[in-house]
Nanobody, 128 residues
Framework: QAQLVESGGGLVQPGGSLRLSCAAS????????????LYWYRQAPGKQRELVAA???????NYADSVKGRFTISRDNAKRTASLQMNSLKPEDTAVYYC??????????????????WGQGTQVTVSS
């Protein structure tokens, strides 16, 4: 009914770049992808999950202070994907990155489907 799959993670050197993608599929996203705000989170070892970036239905982005000026979130509604372009990567960017859709308050789908949807995560390692 709904699935998010991240890709694009890998090992890069400090100062390098990486582009993550999140592909949405299933009935819910086929019908309503354009309506959802899309989120990228990350979780580093020993740290709590943190919000990295978000982009709403109008394609207006928001970023955590730690990534402003370096990361760019985008969406392609035709392809039903969310992307995160990461430039000037730092070792502290090392984490598992997850995409997320919060459908807990989305009234156009049945109650059992109103929940958070998460991808499986993709590992980003920034190291020399």
């Amino acid at each position: 009914q709904a699935q998010l799959v991240e890709s694009g993670g890998g090992l890069v050197q400090p100062g390098g770049s990486l582009r993550l993608s999140c592909a949405a599929s299933g009935i819910i996203f086929s019908s309503f992808f354009n309506s959802f705000t899309l989120y990228w989170y990350r979780q580093a070892p020993g740290k709590q999950r943190e919000l990295v970036a978000a982009i709403n239905s109008a394609a207006s982005p928001n970023y955590a202070d730690s990534v402003k000026g370096r990361f760019t979130i985008s969406r392609d509604n035709a392809k039903r994907t969310a992307s995160l372009q990461m430039n000037s990567l730092k070792p502290e960017d090392t984490a598992v990155y997850y995409c997320n859709v919060d459908a807990t308050q989305f009234e156009y789908i049945g109650s059992p489907l109103r929940k958070n949807y998460w991808g499986q995560g993709t590992q980003v390692t920034v190291s020399s």
